[in-house]
């Protein structure tokens, strides 16, 4: 099968559009579709990655009939992702000992944590200076030996 062949069994068979519903869906003209399906007709890069993109089709299936039809979804693995944030086995079994339990248990637990967390007060952050100038006045900066000893440095080097 020819990329042109692969264009229209994809909106024939697995899209059920005609010509002029695919090239709605893509802001072209029905022709321009026409085109496309007609053997040994070039396919331009930018159709080929405006189909994909909106489709999920694998451009390695639109271009050279190479399965699968389309790009695999990305997957995320909680258990790759607790061991590179250093995860402990006992965490692990924690998260999935979670996981496993019935959705409403796990809806009460996420309750019960949330009343916890709503009885912790926010720190005051009131004793903390809005200015360096403020800061400098609660917390005076310390003299280094320079400016001690009259611009040379005066300190034991360790032995």
Same mark, same amino acid.
């Given at each position: 099968?020819? $990329?042109?062949?692969? %264009?229209?069994? +994809?909106?024939?068979? $697995?899209?059920?559009?005609? =010509? &002029? =519903?695919? *090239?709605?869906?893509?802001?072209?003209?029905?022709?321009? $579709?026409?085109?496309?399906?007609?053997?040994?007709?070039?396919?331009?890069?930018?159709?080929?990655?405006?189909?994909?993109?909106?489709?999920?089709?694998?451009?390695?299936?639109? &271009?050279?009939?190479?399965?699968?039809?389309?790009?695999?979804?990305?997957?995320?693995?909680?258990?790759? +992702?607790?061991?590179?944030?250093? *995860?402990?086995?006992?965490?692990? =079994?924690?998260? @999935?000992?979670?996981?496993?339990?019935?959705?409403?248990?796990? @809806?009460?637990? %996420?309750? !019960?944590?949330?009343?916890?967390?709503?009885?912790? @007060?926010? !720190?005051?952050?009131?004793? %903390?200076?809005?200015?360096?100038?403020?800061?400098?006045?609660?917390?005076?900066?310390?003299?280094?030996?320079?400016? @001690?000893?009259?611009?040379?440095?005066?300190?034991?080097? *360790?032995?």
């Amino acid at each position: 099968m020819t $990329i042109n062949e692969r %264009i229209k069994f +994809f909106r024939k068979e $697995i899209l059920h559009f005609n =010509q &002029r =519903q695919l *090239a709605n869906e893509l802001g072209m003209a029905q022709t321009g $579709i026409s085109g496309l399906e007609q053997n040994g007709r070039t396919v331009t890069d930018l159709f080929i990655n405006t189909l994909c993109l909106k489709y999920n089709l694998s451009e390695a299936w639109l &271009r050279d009939g190479i399965e699968p039809m389309y790009m695999e979804a990305p997957t995320f693995s909680l258990d790759q +992702f607790a061991r590179e944030r250093g *995860a402990s086995e006992l965490e692990l =079994q924690i998260l @999935k000992a979670y996981f496993s339990l019935d959705p409403d248990i796990r @809806k009460a637990v %996420i309750e !019960h944590f949330r009343s916890q967390f709503a009885t912790v @007060k926010p !720190h005051d952050f009131s004793d %903390i200076p809005d200015t360096p100038e403020e800061f400098e006045k609660m917390y005076p900066p310390i003299e280094d030996d320079e400016e @001690k000893y009259g611009g040379e440095d005066h300190r034991i080097a *360790a032995g």
